[in-house]
């Protein structure tokens, strides 16, 4: 069966610090995968998506960057965080065709202070 | 522009009760329309609805897609105080680079007390 790993599940850290944050996924080959924010425990915005390595688009400008570097393997990144990159991160997976939705990995709670 | 919208945003009921929460969407070249439940971290997928009419349920969960008038509906009966959650209502696009990139509306805060 599939499963999705993030990590690490909370995360605080200073302004202008870096960011790495990790999602992996097992038992599939070649998922799409998504990079999620959710600000105030609402609105689920779509930051970046994958749909092959080294494929990334992405949905906003801001301060972030991703990276698809195997095929089950997504990263989110940043050079210098800033407060507005606190929130609550999601990645997610799908397959890429066929009536199936999303398995979304735990979460990782970021606060930038 | 493609937009789901849900109401209510928010929702406090009593053990016991029967609640309906409400979902419409605009979606180009809508596909399907999904639901999730979310508690205090990840979303948990609960249905994906694709035809008019044709009820999905599980337990005491129901839901049902009518994409005449573009919206769908979630039923909770017998609510308890484990179904406290954010329920979100997501549509997907047919989409010719297979990205399914989800339109998702801003939740339903259902808060069951006992």
């Known amino acids: 069966s599939q499963t999705i790993h993030q990590w690490p599940a909370t995360l605080v850290q200073p302004v202008g610090s870096p960011l790495s944050l990790e999602c992996t996924v097992e038992?599939?080959?070649?998922?799409?995968l998504y990079w999620y924010r959710q600000a105030a425990g609402r609105g689920l915005q779509l930051l970046f998506y994958?749909?092959?390595?080294?494929?990334i688009s992405s949905e906003v400008p801001q301060n972030l960057s991703a990276s698809r570097p195997q095929d089950r393997q997504f990263i989110l990144s940043s050079k210098k965080l800033l407060l507005s990159d606190s929130g609550f991160y999601l990645c997610?997976?799908?397959?890429?065709?066929?009536?199936?939705?999303?398995?979304f990995g735990s979460g990782t709670r970021l606060t930038v202070v | 522009e493609d937009k789901v919208v849900q109401s209510p945003l928010s929702l406090v009921v009593h053990e016991g009760d029967t609640v309906t929460l409400n979902c419409s969407y605009e979606?180009?070249?809508?596909?399907?329309l999904l639901w999730y439940k979310q508690e205090k971290k990840a979303p948990t997928f609960l249905f994906m609805l694709?035809?008019s009419g044709i009820e999905k349920k599980s337990g005491r969960l129901s839901s049902i897609l009518d994409k005449k008038e573009l919206f769908s509906i979630l039923n909770i009966t017998a609510t308890q105080t484990g179904d406290s959650a954010i329920y979100l209502c997501a549509g997907l696009p047919y989409n010719a680079g297979n990205n399914r990139k989800l339109i998702w509306g801003l939740g339903t805060s259902l808060a069951v007390n006992p």
């Open positions: 979606v180009t070249n809508f596909r399907s």
């Open positions: 997610a997976w799908s397959v890429p065709t066929g009536y199936y939705g999303y398995t």
């Open positions: 038992g599939t080959s070649n998922p799409n």
């Open positions: 694709t035809s």
């Open positions: 994958s749909v092959g390595i080294g494929q």
